[in-house]
């Protein structure tokens, strides 16, 4: 908890004295969506430190929102687990997100581009079931960009997790997907259709006729995509 504390008996001051440290609540995103080892984290957090990271994740231990236990799978390896209290920060972590997306307006949204996170944030929505029954591989280019941040790899294995890669992974590319990085992140926030991309040419695909054609199938839209912009 915070040492600069507000001094108030209100519920909601004794609340921000817990969740409103820098970075606290992107680190409860990551966590509701189902992060759970450092490693997956600091992907979900790219800019924040890993000794911050250390810190923030210590402070909610000492909360009593999450909790540290051995990784069932691997051993030696230790996940963050949110416990009832922090579940119970679900909700309020989705309303802040239903908030942002009605009521901050576009361009600072979109100022804001960040491939590495925008592909950590695509890969959880990835629909193995509207693709082939088979290992896909799916190229992002991004020709704009820097070298480190100009091409992504999702490579989708049926009954395995998703997996997002900025290395090539050696693997056949089953659909290439080329675009700016401005347009992508307006698709997947909602900002801008799919269709009118592709009619534009901004978002060009090259590959594979099933995954062109089912792509808004398999890729879906962020969680707060479906809010009407209230803000312009």
Known sequence: M???NYRQFCPVAMAAEVLCNRWTVLVLRELVC???RFNELRRGVPRMSPALLSKRLKELEEAGI???VASQTEPGVLEYHLTRSGRDLKPVIESIGVWGQRWVESNPTLQNLDADLLMWDMRRSVDPGAMP???C???FIYPEQPAKSRHYWLVVEPSAEVDVCSVDPGFDVDLYVTVDLRTM????????????AIAQEKLVLTGNAQLSRDIQRWL???????EKKLAG
């Open 133 to 135: 029954s088979r290992r």
């Open 66 to 68: 999450v909790r540290r």
């Open 185 to 196: 992140t307006s698709i997947w926030l909602g900002l801008v259709s799919l269709r009118a």
């Open 137 to 139: 591989v799916i190229e």
């Open 2 to 4: 915070t040492q600069d």
């Open 220 to 226: 879906g839209l962020s969680a707060f995509a479906s």
């Open 34 to 36: 189902g992060s759970t």
